[in-house]
């Protein structure tokens, strides 16, 4: 397994695009520090690229990656390997790839320049969603044989956590405004980790006071340590389910 | 070695594979026939495993195929239509593959050697021509000294030279008691090589024999011309 994570890992520093992602998020994170007086001002700007970069390029390079690796798959499953870590060795390997780019583009400045208790959060918060979107971005690729399909569904995807689930959740706020429904939106915030991540972050800043109400009911459970653990756990899941759906779909596939 | 019992595959509504029964054994050359579309490769990637069959089942040596990778170790597989990561040099691959397969016994070397890889060892494979890629792909099937080959369409693509060279080392293997299983269109030189025939026909299985009772019972003396007759009875 160890072998083919390697020849992974080197297929994909060789393509270069890790490379620039990782340029781009140490030039942005630079910029944004060094345009800020106060650093954590600038953590808040940086939040923000986090939740929207981090999850699309994640999601949409590992898509790409999977449908061009077809050849490289179909050479692996006719020799004596297991199919399950040919596919578990392909999560690794980019899951690695992405998480040291997110190390060092973002993580090491996040360090230099406010290595508080938020931007500790911050730098976990991202390597998770990393992580959690190639393992969803692998699901989509199994799925679907055609490329063009999938590379769109995986788009969907991004949209649907980036955006629309917001949109929804406004919705539904504003449709039962009359109805308690602090307590239901903590459920509710478990089924989109970009969401999960952002109030994970938030309440590290201090800023729940700013959300009325709904930001004091998710101060009271995403504030403790329980709360905190049970969101991690959460975004465990997310990296855990997909890719075991993934893998058992991998493993009768007709290639 | 190899027996395939009742194995059904659908991929929709067309049936690949229809209750497909068969089996080869060591110092065996099996020549898999039929018209194009009659479930050749679907058989053979049901035996590599790549195909995963909708029923029946594929013993190797004794042991069921589902759920186990050990045995690939002993099957040297050439595709129809070789696909390699782009971005690699053949050299690349070579060294990948006996990486991948951590092969300790002889590595057989004759076909680089003899298809004179030296200069090419540098080119990246998407430069290669399909005749090139083929030669990348019969020298991996051969080079881990396998029990068993499979090999589906060797010599489509391949120059005079080349499809020579590589008759000559299927004959040799087949000596040295190996397995070995063929697909081709050009019957001609099947005859030299196989000793049993598969005929395949809409996904299923319409006989297998010995070459010489097939050129007996349809008292021709080429596989070409055994074979004709026996399509033409066919339809």
Redesign the interface.
């Known amino acids: 397994m160890k072998?083919?994570i390697k020849?992974v890992i080197t297929?994909i520093l060789?393509?270069k695009i890790i490379l620039s992602y990782t340029i781009f998020l140490l030039a942005i994170s630079f910029t944004i520090f060094s345009l800020e007086d106060n650093s954590s001002k600038g953590l808040l700007s940086l939040l923000n690229i986090v939740l929207i970069v981090v999850p699309l390029i994640s999601i949409i390079f590992s898509t790409i990656y999977i449908y061009n690796?077809?050849?490289?798959i179909?050479?692996?499953?006719?020799?004596?390997?297991?199919?399950k870590k040919i596919w578990l060795s392909l999560f690794t390997g980019l899951a690695t790839s992405f998480t040291i780019a997110f190390l060092i583009g973002a993580g090491v400045p996040i360090l230099l320049f406010e290595p508080t208790a938020t931007g500790l959060m911050i730098i976990a918060v991202g390597v998770l969603l990393s992580v959690i979107f190639v393992a969803v971005a692998m699901f989509a690729a199994v799925k679907t044989r055609d490329k063009a399909k999938g590379i769109g569904i995986t788009i969907l995807i991004w949209l649907y956590f980036a955006l629309v689930f917001d949109g929804i959740v406004l919705f539904l706020l504003f449709q039962f405004a009359d109805y308690p429904l602090e307590k239901a939106m903590i459920g509710v915030s478990a089924l989109n980790p970009i969401d999960l991540g952002r109030i994970l972050i938030l309440l590290k800043m201090d800023v729940s006071a700013l959300m009325g109400y709904t930001g004091a009911i998710f101060k009271d459970f995403f504030g403790t340590t329980t709360g905190i653990s049970i969101s991690f756990v959460v975004l465990l899941l997310w990296i855990i389910v997909p890719l075991f759906f993934s893998t058992r779909k991998f493993i009768?596939?007709?290639? | 070695m190899i027996i395939a019992t009742n194995i059904t595959k659908r991929?929709g509504k067309l049936i690949a594979l229809d209750n497909v029964s068969a089996s080869c054994s060591k110092g065996e050359c099996v020549a898999l026939i039929g018209p194009n579309g009659s479930g050749k490769t679907t058989l053979i990637?049901s035996i590599?495993?790549?195909?995963?069959p909708d029923s029946g089942t594929i013993t190797f040596n004794g042991q069921n195929i589902s759920n186990n990778?050990?045995?690939?170790?002993q099957i040297g597989?050439m595709?129809q239509i070789g696909?390699?990561?782009?971005?690699?040099t053949i050299g690349q691959v070579l060294d990948?593959?006996s990486?991948?397969?951590m092969h300790e016994g002889r590595r057989d070397n004759d076909l680089l050697n003899e298809f004179d890889f030296k200069s090419l060892l540098d080119k990246r494979m998407r430069t290669l021509s399909g005749g090139t890629r083929q030669k990348v792909s019969a020298a991996l099937a051969f080079m881990f000294d396998p029990e068993v080959l499979i090999l589906d369409e060797p010599t489509a693509g391949l120059d005079p030279v080349a499809s020579e060279i590589l008759k000559q080392k299927i004959i040799a293997e087949k000596k040295s008691g190996k397995l070995i299983l063929i697909t081709s269109h050009i019957l001609s030189e099947l005859d030299d090589l196989a000793t049993q025939v598969i005929y395949m026909q809409d996904g299923k299985l319409v006989f297998h024999k010995p070459i010489e009772v097939l050129k007996h019972e349809t008292g021709e003396h080429k596989l070409s011309r055994a074979i004709a007759s026996v399509m033409v009875q066919c339809q």
């Open positions: 072998k083919i020849y297929d060789r393509n690796s077809a050849e490289f179909e050479l692996l499953v006719s020799q004596p390997l297991q199919r009768r596939k007709d290639l | 991929f990637k590599l495993g790549m195909v995963v990778w050990q045995y690939r170790s597989y595709p696909r390699y990561p782009e971005n690699m990948m593959m990486d991948i397969r």
